[in-house]
C-alpha cells in the first residue's frame, strides 16, 4: 500500500504561481513514475506532467514552459511548480504514482485560477 498526502491548491489570480507537493509513503520502494493530472468540471482527467525515478519528464502540451514537475526521492515527494497560472488551469489537481503492478491515486487538490 501507498499513502499519498497533497498540499499547496488553492486560489490564485491570473499570472500567479503555485506549487504543489505529493508526499509518498508505505511501500514506496516499489514506486517508479509520479505525475499530476488534473481535472476540471465536465471534463476527463487529463496528464499535466510526469517524472520517472530517473528524473525523465514529460509535460501535456498546455503546461509546457510554464509548469515545472520534479522529485525528491530522498522525501518520497514530488512537486508540481506552477507559474503563468492561467483561468483554464482552474481543476482538482491530482497526484498519482505507479510500479510494477501497482497505481494509486491523491485525494486532490482544488486550484482556482480567478481574479
Known amino acids: 500500500q501507498v499513502q499519498l498526502v497533497e498540499s499547496g491548491g488553492g486560489l490564485v489570480q491570473p499570472g500567479g504561481s503555485l506549487r504543489l507537493s505529493c508526499a509518498a509513503s508505505g511501500s514506496i520502494f516499489s514506486i517508479y513514475v509520479m505525475a499530476w493530472y488534473r481535472q476540471a468540471p465536465g471534463k476527463q482527467r487529463e496528464l499535466v506532467a510526469r517524472i520517472t525515478s530517473g528524473g525523465r519528464t514529460i509535460y501535456a502540451a498546455s503546461g509546457e514552459g510554464r509548469f515545472t514537475i520534479s522529485r525528491d526521492n530522498a522525501k518520497n515527494t514530488v512537486y508540481l511548480q506552477m507559474n503563468s497560472l492561467k483561468p483554464e488551469d482552474t481543476a482538482v489537481y491530482y497526484c498519482?504514482?505507479?510500479?510494477?503492478?501497482?497505481?494509486?491515486w491523491g485525494q486532490g487538490t482544488q486550484v482556482t485560477v480567478s481574479s
Open positions: 498519482n504514482v505507479m510500479g510494477v503492478g501497482i497505481e494509486y
